[in-house]
């Protein structure tokens, strides 16, 4: 079982960039959908950016343009480059693993912070 650490969360400036990174304790070559949620207070949980191992994206509208979503299956890891940050974005960031189509496997996330 795949164990996901997330990192380089922290507080920033709007308008500044920020680079999270996910470290998977297993073998992330033969999950096929690798991605990124948020989740910000007193909302749900949602999608930011998602990533096949065909290199396929698929961002969240509020999100696309600015942010970037990478895989490197060699050392296990996905990344998320953000850009261009906004209060907006302020949420407890979570990496996101789908072994199979019942599960899902997370991190523990990591605080971002976007002050105005």
């Known amino acids: 079982q795949v164990q996901l650490v997330e990192s380089g969360g922290g507080l920033v400036q709007t308008g500044e960039s920020l680079t999270l990174s996910c470290a998977a304790s297993g073998s992330i070559s033969r999950i096929y959908v690798m991605g990124w949620y948020r989740q910000a207070p007193g909302k749900q949980r949602q999608l930011v950016a998602t990533?096949?191992?065909?290199?396929?994206?698929n961002y969240a509208d509020s999100v696309k343009g600015r942010f970037t979503i990478s895989r490197d299956n060699a050392r296990n890891t996905v990344s998320l480059q953000m850009n261009s940050l906004k209060p907006e974005d302020t949420a407890v960031y979570y990496c996101?693993?789908?072994?199979?189509?019942?599960?899902?496997?997370w991190g523990q996330g990591t605080q971002v912070t976007v002050s105005s």
């Open positions: 996101n693993a789908r072994p199979s189509v019942l599960t899902n496997v």
């Open positions: 990533i096949t191992n065909g290199g396929n994206t």
